[in-house]
């Protein structure tokens, strides 16, 4: 099991139509799936997403830490947020 750490999310970079998921207990992650990742906190590693395929965790989806708040994305899209919207139809 890997453990990944997620990062901050900054304006901008997120689209309108991704979520927040909201951690209410800090011992309680707020996904766990089948996959190979752990996701933690950027700022205080604390344990947000277990056994999570990369697939799932995309740019999109947003958890904010339930001990310290900071609002978190994980980072398998690397590219810049103008590119991962879709374009208009």
């Known amino acids: 099991m890997a453990t990944v750490t997620m990062?901050?999310?900054?304006?901008?970079?997120?689209?309108k139509d991704g979520g927040t998921a909201v951690q209410d207990d800090p011992a309680r992650p707020v996904f766990s799936g089948n996959g190979p990742n752990d996701y933690v906190c950027v700022e205080c590693g604390n344990v947000l997403a277990t056994s999570m395929h990369p697939d799932?965790?995309?740019?999109?989806?947003?958890?904010r830490c339930g001990v310290c708040r900071t609002i978190n994305v994980a980072e398998n899209d690397d590219r810049p947020a103008s590119q991962r919207r879709k374009p208009p139809v």
């Open 56 to 63: 799932a965790m995309t740019f999109k989806v947003r958890v």
């Open 7 to 15: 990062k901050q999310v900054r304006p901008g970079e997120v689209p």
